[in-house]
């Protein structure tokens, strides 16, 4: 029987990875999870340690080493030996917080990127932001799938994704990993597989205090492509690793013959209106066309067609409404930055809330699609 999984990824937090006796339990571990492409962060290598470490490994390593030395390497990817792998560009950072990796894989462009963020405040928030222009200036395959991992220190909902104490989200860090993610069009595939799941990645040891912080941002156009993707215990770290299981991209890849119908149209006025009124002009062009199940076929077409054009131009509409609400909260925030007053802040939280109000019909759309 055909595995229904062609190739797997981990990444994990592996809170240094200098030990002999550690590395090799960890690649043991990695090998038993059937690892195919693996992420990790916090190795702590240094240009010495390659040549040794390469021999411990089947397969590929890429390292990001810091420019510095100090602390050595911070993230890492493995590629196992024998996976239908052709490398093609490596941007490594010279912080050695990033590697981003042009590759292909079983005859489809992918784009993966390796992170590990920093924790202080203002580090961070520049980390993202030098890590949205690197995607922005990268001159990569257009039709690559983008697939970001790794430990972003950063949560999204102190509900979900938070259990005890009292977090506080970093807002202007999450606000520029959102920012990336709209312009990129990715999603957090895990949560949109688990919408109302509480699991985390981190735990504070000899505590209960836990959080999400590691994540799969992945292109919303790769969802048909993920069989299953899980947060799952590791060892030797007090991380828990995040996996993302490919379906067999060869098998299911998608012909531009490929479409589904979004149900949510036949709801739109201005839609149905459109094709209402289309379908006669249709009939008319098509007269001389007897066998009518062409007709129908030919009709069935113009449908497509034209609901397709219809739909990216709609998707463009809600993204530029998304990066102008986007704006004025930003806008609002600065305000209430310089001005605390009552009228500004709720100035300011009208605003996130019509933000939001829009976001959720994105990701509303993007939870009903992973379950078509």
Known sequence: MMSTTDFKLVSLNVRGLHSLNKRKAILTWLIKQKADIVFLQETYSSSEDEN???TQWKGKMLFSHRSNHSKGTLVLVLVKQGLDFE???????????????????????????????????????????????????????????????????????????????????????VNIVKDMMLANELIDVWRIHHPDKKCFTWRKPHSTIQRRLDFWLISNSTQENIFSTDI??????????????????????????????????????????????????WLEEYKDITSKRLLWDIIK?????ETISFSKQKAKERRDKLLELEKEVKRWQEICDKTSTSENLTGLEEMQIRYESAYDYVMQGAIIRSRV
Do not use: M
Not at 132 to 154: A, C, H, Q, T
Not at 250 to 260: A, D, I, N, R
Not at 301 to 305: C, D, G, L, P, V
């Open 52 to 54: 040794f470490w390469n």
């Open 232 to 281: 799952t215990p590791a060892i030797k770290t007090d991380y828990w690793a995040i996996t993302l299981n490919f379906k067999k991209i060869v098998e299911h890849k998608l012909g531009p013959s490929y479409w589904k119908f979004t149900s949510s149209l036949v709801d739109d006025c201005e839609y149905t209106d459109f094709i209402k009124n289309s379908y006669p002009n």
């Open 301 to 305: 077409y113009r449908i497509r067609k």
């Open 87 to 173: 490398q093609k560009s490596v941007l490594c950072d010279p912080n050695g917080r990033f590697i981003i990796l042009e590759a292909v894989v079983q005859d489809t462009p992918f784009l993966f990127v390796n992170i590990y963020a920093p924790n202080k405040i203002h580090e961070q928030e520049a980390f993202f932001q030098k890590t949205e222009r690197n995607l922005d200036s990268y001159d990569f395959d257009p039709n690559s799938k983008i697939v970001i991992g790794g430990d972003f220190n950063i949560f999204f909902d102190e509900d979900l994704d938070c259990l005890d104490s009292h977090p506080k989200i970093k807002q202007k860090s």
